[in-house]
C-alpha cells in the first residue's frame, strides 16, 4: 500500500566514513557498566545517538533499507534500546518502521524483541492509519504471549475515533480480553472520547454508568472529556446535570467538577457564563484550580475584561488560592495593559515573595507600562533592579525597551540597551540600530550616531567576540558622559568598564573627614568678624586648593581680610587640629585591602606635601601604602587640572588609562577624567550626587566601592550580604517622626532625635544598618534602620529611621531606646514605586534577622549599654 519514495539519503561520504569507522569499533560508543557484562545498562553518549539518528535516516528515506543496513554490519550493536529508539524517531514512518522491526528480528537471531518495542510500533502504525499491519502486530505479540498496556490500548482507541472509526474502536474495546488488557479507567476515557467525538453522549453517558458499575472510578479526565464535549456542543445544562448527579451519587467531581465545567465552557467560547460560575462559586467560598484560574484569566485579559479580572484574583487570594507563574504573568499583563501600574507590581512583588524569581517576560509589560506612560526614569531604574533581582533580560526585552524609548525620543538611552544587550551576547534587531541612529541624529548627536553606525559598517557585528568589536563599544561607552546619570545606575553593564591596575586616591574629603574639621574651625573663627558660618561655604572649600578655599570664604562671608592674610591666621589653627582628623568610614579597609593585595597606590592632593604627610602621620600604615605622594605644590595648577594625575600616573609608572581615581569633589573628578582615567565619585557633600555626571560612577561612602567592577581583587568582608563595621551606639527618647512609617509603608520606624547627634550623624555615611535595639522595660530587640534623607521621600534633614523587629501591641513614644549599630547593608536608594521600597526594605529585614544570629553580630545582643 505504500508508496515508494525517491531515495534521498542525505548523508555525505565524509560522514558516512566517520560513521562507519565508529560502527567498526562500536564498543566505543557503547560503554558499559561492570566490565561489559551481557546485562549490563549501556550508557549512550554522542557517537551513539548520531548512529541512531543515521539508522533512522535510513529507515525513513532509503527504499532499499534492508540493503543498506545490512551493508552496515552492525549485528553487535542491535539490540532492544537500538531498535526502540529509531522506531520512536520513525514515528510517522508506520510501514518504515514495520519493516525495520522486521529486519531487526530476522537478521539477528541475538535481537529479542520486547514489549516497548512491540508497543512503539503499535502507535505508529495506529498512528499512520496502518490498521491491518497494526492487528498483524497485535496477533504476533499475543503469540509471544505479551500482552497489551492499557495506554496503548486507549491510544489505539483515541486514533479510531480521531478517524471516525467509532465501531472499530468499540470492537478493540470490547475484544480486550483476548489481549490480556483490563478495561481500566483509561482506557474506558479514551472510549468515552470516541462516543463524544462523534457526538453519542447518550452510549458516552450510558458508558459512565457502566463502569462504575464495573468498579472503575472516574477520574478527572473522565469528567473532563464529557463536559467539554457537552460544553461544545452548546449543552451547558447537561454538563452541569451530570456533574450534579456525579457528586450526588457520592463521585466527587464536586469543585474540580466546576472547574471543568469552567474549562469547557472557556473552550467552547462562553467566556460570560465561565465569568458567572466562577463569581458564584468564589461567592460560595471555592477556590478554582489554578489552570482553570490561568485560562480564564487569559480569556478575560483577551476580551478585555481586566477589571473583572483584577478584583476575581484578589477575591480567590483571599479564599487560599495559590497563583503559580503562569497566573502571576497573565495578573501582571492584564494590569500593566489598563495601565495599573501599581497593581502590576504589587502582584510582581507577590511574585517574588512566593519565591519566584521574574522572568524578563514577567516583568516586561509592566516596564511597557511605565514607557508608555512616559516615566521613562522610573522604567529604568525599574529595570536595572530587575537585572538584579530576576532571570537575566532576553532580546525581547531589550528590544521592547529600545523601541519604547524610541517613541518616547530616548535616543540616548536607547542607544545605552543597545550596547548593553550586545555586550550581553544578544543580537539587536537591525530595525532597533537605524530607530537609533536616526533617533540621535535628528536630535543633534551626530557623533554618537556615528559610532552606531560603525558598530554595523565597519565590524560584522555578529561576530561577537571580535577584539576590535569590543575596541568599537569600549569607545561608544567613553561616550557616557552623553548618556548622562542612567549610566551610572546600570548594574549589568559593568563588564564594560576599564579595568585598571592602581588606584589614585585623593585626601581631604575622600580619605579623611576633613571638612568637619575646617567647618568646626571657621565657625569658631568667623566669630571674631562677626559672622556666622551656616555651612554655605562647605561647597565651595570642597577639593579647593588651600589658597582657592580661603579666597571663597573671604568672598562668602565678606570679610575685611585677604584671601593670603586668612591663610596665615587659619593655618595654625588647622594643623593644631589634623591629629583630630576622622579618616572616613571604610578608607582604612581599602588601604589595607589594595595593600595587602599589592595594587600600586598614590594619594594625590590639592593640598602642599607637607600637609599631606603630617595629616596622614595620624594614621597608622598609610604613608607605607602609598608608593607615590603628590601635593599641589609639586604642580603648576592644581585640580580640576589633570597635571596632578597625570604626575602621580608618571611616577607610579602606568598609562593614565590604568588608573582609577576616587574622588569626593568635582574639581577632582573633572581632573581624573581629564587625564583620561577612570573615576568613581564619592561625594563629601550630601544629596550633590547628580552634580557627577562626569565620573564613572557615583557611590554614596568608601563602604560602597566594588574593586571587582574595575578588574580589582573583590573585597572579602562582606558575610552573608552585610558588612560589619565598628560598633557605634546611639540613644534618646522616641520621637514622632514624619507619620508615615506604618501609615504609608505598614513599617514603623521608632524616630530618635538627631539633636546631640550631629556629629555622629556627619560622620556615618547614610545607609542602611542594622543592630540591637534596647527598651529600657522592655528587653533587647533585633533592628534594621536607616539612615539619611529617604530618597524616595527626598526629606530635607537625615534622620534615624529604626524598625525594631518584633511586634509591639502599642507604641512607646517617649522611651529610652539604645541602638548598637553593628553592620552595614546597602545605601540608600530611590524607587519607582512605593512597593518596591517596601519590598527591600523587607529583604533588608530579613538579611538582618539573619545575619544578627551569626556570633560575630549576636555578641552584642548582651551589651550593658543597651539595658541604661
Ligand atoms: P513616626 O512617623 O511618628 O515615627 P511611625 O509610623 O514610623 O511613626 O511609627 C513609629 C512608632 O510606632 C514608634 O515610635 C513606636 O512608638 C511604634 N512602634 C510600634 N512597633 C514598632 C516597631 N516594631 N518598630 C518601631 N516602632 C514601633
Ligand atoms: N527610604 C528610602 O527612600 N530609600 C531607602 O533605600 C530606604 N531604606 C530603608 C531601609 C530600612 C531598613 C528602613 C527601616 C527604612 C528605609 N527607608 C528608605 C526609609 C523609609 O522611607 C522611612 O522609614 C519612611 O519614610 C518613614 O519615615
Ligand atoms: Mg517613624
Redesign the pocket.
Known amino acids: 500500500m505504500f508508496k515508494l519514495r525517491k531515495t534521498c539519503t542525505p548523508v555525505n561520504g565524509a560522514a558516512i566514513f566517520t560513521f562507519l569507522k565508529t560502527l567498526t569499533t562500536a564498543n566505543n560508543f557503547v560503554q558499559t557498566i561492570g566490565g561489559g557484562s551481557s546485562n549490563a545498562r549501556p550508557i549512550p553518549n554522542d557517537d551513539y545517538f548520531a548512529t541512531v539518528h543515521h539508522i533512522s535516516n535510513i529507515v525513513r528515506r532509503d527504499i532499499y533499507m534492508e540493503r543498506t543496513l545490512n551493508k552496515m554490519r552492525m549485528s553487535n550493536i542491535v539490540n532492544s534500546e537500538l531498535v526502540y529508539r529509531v522506531l520512536r524517531s520513525c514515528c510517522n514512518c508506520g510501514i518504515e518502521s514495520f519493516r525495520f522491526f522486521n529486519w531487526a528480528r530476522t537478521h539477528h537471531p541475538n535481537y529479542d524483541p520486547t514489549t516497548v518495542e512491540f508497543e512503539e510500533l503499535l502507535k505508529t502504525l495506529a498512528r499512520t492509519r496502518h490498521w491491518e499491519t497494526m492487528w498483524k502486530v497485535a496477533h504476533s505479540m499475543k503469540t509471544h504471549n505479551f500482552p497489551i498496556s492499557p495506554s496503548v490500548v486507549s491510544y489505539i482507541i483515541e486514533q479510531y475515533a480521531k478517524h471516525g472509526l467509532i465501531d472499530q474502536a468499540v470492537d478493540l474495546f470490547n475484544g480486550l480480553k483476548n489481549f490480556d488488557c483490563p478495561q481500566t479507567t483509561e482506557v474506558y476515557n479514551s472510549l468515552l472520547f470516541a462516543l463524544c467525538e462523534v457526538k453519542n453522549f447518550q452510549g458516552a453517558y450510558a458508558l459512565v454508568r457502566r463502569m462504575i458499575r464495573k468498579g472503575c472510578v472516574p477520574e478527572k479526565r473522565t469528567y473532563s472529556v464529557l463536559v467539554n464535549a457537552w460544553c461544545s456542543a452548546g449543552k451547558m445544562r447537561e454538563a452541569q446535570e451530570f456533574l450534579e448527579e456525579m457528586s450526588k451519587k457520592g463521585y466527587k467531581p464536586p469543585v474540580r467538577g466546576r472547574d471543568l465545567l469552567i474549562d469547557g465552557l472557556l473552550n467552547a467560547g462562553y467566556l460570560e457564563s465561565a465569568k458567572g460560575l466562577v463569581r458564584k462559586m468564589s461567592k460560595e467560598g471555592f477556590v478554582p484550580d489554578v489552570g482553570t484560574f490561568n485560562c480564564l484569566a487569559e480569556a478575560l485579559c483577551k476580551s478585555g475584561e481586566t477589571e473583572f479580572c483584577i478584583d476575581l484574583f484578589h477575591d480567590v487570594r483571599g479564599l487560599g488560592f495559590c497563583p503559580d507563574s503562569d497566573t502571576y504573568k497573565v495578573m501582571i499583563t492584564v494590569a500593566s495593559k489598563v495601565g495599573k501600574v501599581d497593581e502590576a507590581f504589587r502582584i510582581l512583588h507577590k511574585s517574588i515573595e512566593d519565591g519566584h524569581r521574574p522572568f524578563p517576560s514577567l516583568y516586561a509589560p509592566i516596564l511597557k507600562s511605565l514607557c508608555r506612560r512616559g516615566q521613562f526614569d522610573d522604567a529604568f531604574s525599574f529595570f536595572s533592579d530587575m537585572k538584579v533581582k530576576g532571570h537575566p533580560p532576553n532580546r525581547p526585552v531589550y528590544t521592547m525597551l529600545i523601541k519604547m524609548c524610541g517613541r518616547g525620543g530616548r535616543f540616548v538611552e536607547a542607544a545605552n540597551y543597545l550596547v548593553e544587550m550586545t555586550e550581553l551576547n544578544l543580537l539587536p534587531m537591525s530595525q532597533s540600530f537605524d530607530m537609533v541612529t536616526d533617533g540621535l541624529k535628528n536630535c543633534g548627536k551626530h557623533d554618537l550616531a556615528k559610532r552606531i553606525e560603525q558598530f554595523i559598517v565597519t565590524e560584522d557585528y555578529l561576530s561577537m567576540q571580535n577584539l576590535r568589536f569590543r575596541y568599537i563599544i569600549g569607545g561608544l561607552l567613553n561616550h557616557k558622559l552623553c548618556f548622562g546619570r542612567l549610566y551610572t545606575n546600570m548594574s549589568m553593564a559593568r563588564p564594560l568598564m576599564k579595568f585598571v591596575s592602581c588606584v589614585i586616591l585623593d585626601l581631604d574629603g575622600t580619605l579623611l573627614n576633613t571638612d568637619g574639621v575646617v567647618s568646626d574651625i571657621l565657625k569658631v573663627y568667623l566669630v571674631k568678624y562677626g559672622k556666622q558660618w551656616d555651612g554655605r561655604g562647605a561647597q565651595k572649600i570642597v577639593g579647593k586648593t588651600p589658597y582657592e578655599a580661603a579666597a571663597a570664604v573671604v568672598e562668602d562671608y565678606g570679610l575685611p581680610i585677604t584671601s593670603d592674610e586668612l591663610l596665615s591666621e587659619i593655618t595654625p589653627i588647622l594643623s593644631e587640629h589634623w591629629c583630630n582628623i576622622k579618616a572616613q568610614p571604610g578608607a582604612y579597609r581599602l588601604i589595607n585591602h589594595l595593600r595587602s593585595h599589592g595594587v600600586p597606590m598614590a594619594l594625590a592632593s590639592n593640598s602642599s606635601k607637607a600637609n599631606i604627610e603630617t595629616k596622614i602621620s595620624y594614621h597608622q600604615g598609610w604613608k607605607e601604602s602609598f608608593s607615590v605622594i603628590i601635593g599641589g605644590d609639586e604642580v603648576t595648577s592644581g585640580k580640576p587640572s589633570p597635571e596632578i594625575f597625570l604626575e602621580a600616573a608618571k611616577r607610579l609608572k602606568m598609562d593614565p588609562s590604568s588608573c582609577l581615581v576616587i574622588e569626593d569633589s568635582l574639581p577632582g573628578v573633572t581632573a581624573g577624567k581629564a587625564a583620561g582615567m577612570e573615576v568613581v565619585a564619592v561625594p563629601s557633600i550630601p544629596k550633590q550626587s547628580s552634580i557627577f555626571t562626569s565620573a564613572d560612577e557615583v557611590i554614596n561612602s568608601l563602604l560602597d566601592l566594588q574593586p571587582e567592577k574595575w578588574g580589582l581583587p573583590a573585597f572579602e568582608d562582606w558575610i552573608e550580604g552585610t558588612l560589619p563595621i565598628e560598633p557605634w551606639y546611639i540613644g534618646g527618647p522616641v520621637i514622632k517622626?514624619?507619620?508615615?512609617?506604618s501609615k504609608?509603608?505598614g513599617?514603623p520606624?521608632a524616630?530618635l532625635s538627631v539633636e546631640g547627634y550631629s556629629a555622629i550623624l556627619s560622620e556615618h555615611p547614610s545607609?542602611?544598618?542594622?543592630g540591637w535595639a534596647g527598651l529600657a522595660n522592655r528587653g533587647v530587640y533585633k533592628m534594621?534602620?536607616?539612615i539619611?534623607?529617604?530618597?524616595?521621600?527626598?526629606?530635607s534633614e537625615k534622620?534615624i529611621?529604626?524598625?525594631l523587629l518584633h511586634d509591639f501591641n502599642e507604641d512607646f513614644y517617649g522611651e529610652d531606646l539604645r541602638l548598637t549599630i553593628v553592620g552595614y547593608?546597602?545605601?540608600?536608594?530611590?524607587?519607582p514605586s512605593l512597593e518596591s521600597?517596601v519590598a527591600?526594605?523587607h529583604e533588608?529585614?530579613k538579611i538582618?534577622e539573619k545575619a544578627l544570629e551569626l556570633p560575630l553580630y549576636l555578641k552584642y545582643k548582651d551589651d550593658p549599654s543597651l539595658k541604661s
Open positions: 517622626g514624619f507619620g508615615r512609617g504609608v509603608l513599617i520606624t524616630n545607609g542602611v544598618y542594622f534594621v534602620m536607616s539619611g534623607w529617604n530618597p524616595y521621600f527626598n526629606n534622620t529611621e529604626p524598625w547593608i546597602r545605601p540608600e536608594a530611590n524607587f521600597l527591600k526594605i533588608d529585614r538582618a
